[in-house]
């Protein structure tokens, strides 16, 4: 797998179930550090999460232990942009 272009994942979780047998199984959420663009061997691309587990070290989150979902916690907001040109004084 080729990595093309990463973007933030600013709000993005990934959220996994425990595993725990109980009567209400608990999850897990873990932030988003990024998505990614990729590419296999064949040539085929798809958009993947990539998270930090408990130790720091990043995942691809579908391949990851007990994933279930992404999921968005947050207010998307436009960007700030500078203005072209600089008011007069």
């Known amino acids: 797998m080729k990595v093309l272009q990463i973007a933030p994942a600013m709000s ?5 179930g425990t595993g725990e047998q109980t009567d209400v199984e608990e999850e ?6 990024c998505w990614a663009l990729v590419e ?3 040539g085929d691309r798809q958009i993947i999460g990539i998270d930090a587990d408990q130790s720091g070290r990043t995942r691809i989150v ?3 232990t007990g994933f279930r ?3 968005f916690r947050g207010e998307m907001t436009p960007p700030v942009r500078a203005p072209t040109t600089l008011p007069r004084p």
């Open 62 to 64: 579908r391949q990851a």
């Open 12 to 16: 993005w979780w990934a959220v996994y």
């Open 28 to 33: 897990l959420s873990l932030p988003l550090v």
């Open 40 to 42: 296999d061997s064949e």
């Open 69 to 71: 979902r992404y999921e």
